[in-house]
Structure formats: structure tokens, C-alpha cells
């Protein structure tokens, strides 16, 4: 049975940090690309940012430069790092690894 299991969220004050883990279990994680979602609430689902199996990552426009993507194969998990966080980060983040997805985790950027 796959399981994604999300952790890390919080409430945080505009321009600080978060760091959010998805562990993996179930699954050959090292052959899988894993990627971060989020959904605002009242907004559809977007694409934050996704690394490849061979750890390459890829951002939209506007994490681009705050977020950092990288994967442990060793321990099947992936991370998220936010820094310089604003109000409009915030939202439900959801790992995603092939059809799986993780139950999400809430961040909350108060101004």
C-alpha cells in the first residue's frame, strides 16, 4: 500500500520560513519524480515545483528563487523549503508521486 505522508506546516509571519517533508512508503521511490502542490482556498490546485529521479528541480514563476526542492533518497522523502514567505503562499501543500498524492499539510502566511 503507498502512503504520502505530508508534515511541516504551520502559521508563519510574512518573509519567514518553512520547511515541509513528504515521506513516501510502499512505493520504489528513487525510480519516481515527486512534485509539490498547493490549493488556496477558493482557488484551483497549482504545480509548485517537482524534481526529477535524478534530483533536478523545476518551479513555477512564483516560488522561483524562494523555494527549494530536494529529495533524500536514502530516507524516501521529499522536501520543500520556503523561505521569504508571503500571505499569498498560503494554502494546502500536497505531495504527489505518479496517480498518489499525500493528504496535505496547511500553511498559513499571516501579513
Known amino acids: 500500500q503507498v502512503q504520502l505522508v505530508e508534515s511541516g506546516g504551520g502559521l508563519v509571519q510574512a518573509g519567514g520560513s518553512l520547511r515541509l517533508s513528504c515521506a513516501a512508503s510502499g512505493i520504489i521511490f528513487g525510480e519516481n519524480a515527486m512534485a509539490w502542490h498547493r490549493q488556496a482556498p477558493g482557488k484551483q490546485r497549482e504545480l509548485v515545483a517537482f524534481?526529477?529521479?535524478?534530483?533536478?528541480?523545476n518551479y513555477a514563476g512564483s516560488v522561483k528563487g524562494r523555494f527549494t526542492i530536494s529529495r533524500d533518497n536514502a530516507k524516501n522523502t521529499v522536501f520543500l523549503q520556503m523561505n521569504s514567505l508571503k500571505p499569498e503562499d498560503t494554502g494546502v501543500y500536497s505531495c504527489?508521486?505518479?496517480?498518489?498524492w499525500g493528504q496535505g499539510t496547511q500553511v498559513t502566511v499571516s501579513s
Open positions: 524534481v526529477t529521479r535524478d534530483g533536478n528541480p
Open positions: 504527489q508521486m505518479n496517480t498518489y
